[in-house]
Structures are given as structure tokens and as C-alpha cells.
């Protein structure tokens, strides 16, 4: 299995960016995905998830109210939509696969490459 992310960018305080990730193979619409991120000198941190369905969706908590996951199973992609980013969303951002529910990273099997947001104040 691989996990392309795309869709990082450079974008103003306040602006919006739409985040992708796209699977190889037949069974993306088995597996939960999530999304995750890592700034620079911290530590990976949960954004969100979504049931293979897309039916249930988790989000951390500093995220809720703003980014949306969401996927499209008939074309093996899930998406991160942010919205009124701020500079500490300055990140690498990471999509990955679970075969269990929740935002621990220990539960995610596959992983992508990562695209690089970065916001500007």
C-alpha cells in the first residue's frame, strides 16, 4: 500500500487549504484513515480520523470547528478541508491507515510522505 499527500501549500493567516490523500490497491475502502502532523521540534499529533465508511468522523479537540475529513471511496482518497489556519498549523502533515478506530499513531499501519503547510501571519 502507498499513500500519496498533496495539496500543502503556503497560505495567509485566516485563508483555507485542501488537503489529499490518495491510495494505491483495491481495499482504501476497507481501513479507517487519519490524518496527523508534526512541526518543526515537536512531536507527531493527532488531526483527525474517519471510519472506512466516512460515516463517524474524530477530530482532536484544537482542530474541531474547523477542518473537515472527508473521502471518496470510488477514488481511494481522503481529504483534510482547513479552514481559518493560523500560524501554529505550520506543519508536515501525514495521512495514514488503521484497521482500528482512534488517534493514537501506534493504531496506523501505512503511512504517506507528508506535504508541508505552512501559514504566514
Known amino acids: 500500500v502507498q499513500l500519496q499527500a498533496s495539496g500543502g501549500g503556503l497560505v495567509q493567516a485566516g485563508g483555507s487549504l485542501r488537503l489529499s490523500c490518495t491510495a494505491s490497491g483495491r481495499t482504501f475502502s476497507r481501513y479507517n484513515m487519519g490524518w496527523f502532523r508534526q512541526a518543526p521540534g515537536k512531536e507527531r499529533e493527532f488531526v483527525a480520523t474517519?471510519?472506512?465508511?466516512?460515516?463517524?468522523?474524530y477530530y482532536a479537540d484544537s482542530m474541531k470547528g474547523r477542518f473537515t475529513i472527508s473521502r471518496d471511496n470510488a477514488k481511494n482518497t481522503v481529504y483534510l478541508e482547513m479552514n481559518s489556519l493560523k500560524p501554529e498549523d505550520t506543519a508536515v502533515y501525514y495521512c495514514a491507515r488503521s484497521s482500528s478506530w482512534g488517534g493514537a499513531a501506534e493504531r496506523y499501519d501505512y503511512w504517506g510522505q507528508g506535504t508541508q503547510v505552512t501559514v504566514s501571519s
Open positions: 474517519i471510519n472506512w465508511s466516512g460515516a463517524s468522523t
